[in-house]
């Protein structure tokens, strides 16, 4: 590609000397200008001459989420005021929202890695690429924005929401990219459906994240909306926001910018690193950031690191889809369950929709209960339901170990959001 956003990058090597140098810049910054970070180091006895190695990132002491509550509301500041340029917050519904700053070197390279993205996708000059996300403090509009300027294509910047205009837009417009919410995704998609506009519209990809999607729901949504490939994307405001990397065409896994951040998958119980490709804690330490860096942030997604290159031929590494949260791992009769769990078992279970919800609760004789509700197959009659609730529990049984009532409900009839889903209820506190 005549210009393209990818540094000239011939091999991993040359990326870790890139990344060695990020390390080292970012320690002394950090040491030098925040003073967080430096009485942290000094806590751990780290000094910024001790790191001579990518290995010596061990040295560093860890940064968590409350590290950034305690700092509200400018965390991990290492630039005086007057070089912020803007702030972004996450939307989180419980404490304080964690607010994290730019400087206009930080939104630039933002930028820069988004526009990678749209690179990696095959996009062109000639896209016209719909953000149908929230703009504000949330990092997902600013960042679409910035990654589709700089890339070069067209941004029809719809934000989040207002089914009506979306639609509007995907037709006339003839929208070839469309940028969004995996939940967003599906809920477009089945209006595209119910309204049959299938064939009155330009789409080709779709890019989507913000929150774990199941094969099923992808599969669902390429049908759909007979795009030829789904893209996923991931981000957290604390790194940027969206655009941190993304899948390829070949979708082997999601090639991660490692010029910008390094990446340790760590055992969230013993903080050691994982053998590598093994699943754990994802924990990144940013290379370029000036405003608020983060050293060694535990971000608390799982995933794995993918440790064959990519059959695409691009040198950056990669790692496999965020397979949800440690902290979203509840405890079911003495079994800890991941949801992705769950959404793996249903993926696989013909004359399933891909929508579900699982409904904690507790009984008077004080035991707990797990309900599934799980949308049948648009395709499917209601005749067949209980062989496949049966199906269902018994492979949940096999599988996680644990008995579940499963209900089967109408296609459609599971709620539906342009945000991020909720799709595991736990009533049992309350009850
Ligand atoms: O969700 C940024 C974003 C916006 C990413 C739009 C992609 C598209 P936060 O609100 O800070 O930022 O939430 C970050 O969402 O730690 C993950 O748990 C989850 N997440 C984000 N992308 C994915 C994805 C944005 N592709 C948190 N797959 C992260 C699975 C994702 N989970």
New binding site residues.
């Given amino acids: 590609m005549a210009n393209s956003f990818f540094p000239p990058f011939k091999s991993v090597d040359e990326i870790r000397k890139a990344q060695l140098e990020g390390l080292q810049w970012t320690v002394k910054h950090v040491y030098e200008n925040s003073e967080f970070y430096r009485s942290r180091f000094d806590e751990h006895g780290v000094k910024p001459e001790d790191i001579r190695s990518l290995d010596d990132i061990t040295k560093l002491p860890f940064t968590v989420t409350d590290d950034l509550r305690a700092g509200y509301p400018f965390p991990l500041r290492s630039v005086p005021f007057e070089k912020i340029v803007r702030i972004h917050a ?2 989180g519904t419980t404490g304080k929202r ?1 607010v994290l700053s730019y400087t206009q070197k930080d939104i630039d390279d933002w930028a820069n890695m988004f526009a990678r993205c749209f690179e990696i996708a095959g996009c062109t000059a000639e896209d016209r690429v719909q953000i149908a ?1 929230g703009y504000g403090l ?3 509009g600013a ?2 924005q910035a990654g589709v300027e700089r890339f070069g294509a067209m941004a029809v910047p719809v934000g989040p929401g207002n089914i009506d205009i979306q639609l509007q837009m995907l037709v006339d417009l003839k929208t070839t990219v469309l ?1 969004c ?2 939940s967003m995704a599906l809920l477009l998609a089945e209006e595209v459906e119910k309204r049959g506009l299938r064939d009155e519209l330009a789409l080709k990809k779709v890019i ?6 199941s094969d099923a729901m992808r599969k669902r949504i390429r049908e759909m909306l007979k795009v030829e490939h789904t893209f ?7 790194l940027y ?3 941190t990397g993304l899948d390829c065409p070949k979708h082997e896994g999601i090639h991660y910018w490692a010029d910008y951040y390094i990446l340790e998958i760590i055992d969230p119980e013993t903080l050691q690193p994982v053998p590598e490709g093994e699943i754990g804690e994802m924990v990144v330490t940013t290379l370029k950031k000036e405003a608020a860096p983060l050293v060694r942030y535990r ?3 799982l995933t794995r690191l993918i440790t064959h290159p990519c059959s695409c031929g691009n040198v950056f590494p990669m790692h496999d ?2 397979m ?2 440690s902290d979203d791992m509840f405890i079911f009769r003495a079994v800890n369950i991941y949801p992705g769990q769950i959404d793996h078992i249903l993926s696989y279970t013909e004359g399933v929709g891909s929508e579900y919800q699982v409904i904690l609760y507790r009984k008077e004789d004080g035991k707990d209960y797990m309900t599934i509700r799980v949308e049948r197959d648009p395709a499917r009659s209601p005749g067949g339901d209980k062989e496949l609730a049966a199906r269902i529990r018994d492979r949940i049984k096999r599988e996680i170990l644990v008995s579940a009532n499963v209900e089967i409900v109408d296609y459609g009839s599971l709620p539906r959001t342009e945000r ?1 889903s909720k799709r595991v209820f736990d009533n049992r506190e309350q009850e």
């Fill in positions: 996450s939307s964690k996300v949330w990092t997902a960042g679409f940028c919410t995996a989507f994240g913000a929150e774990r999607s996923d994307i991931p981000g957290l405001t604390e926001g969206p655009g971000t608390r997604d889809r965020i949800g949260r991020k």
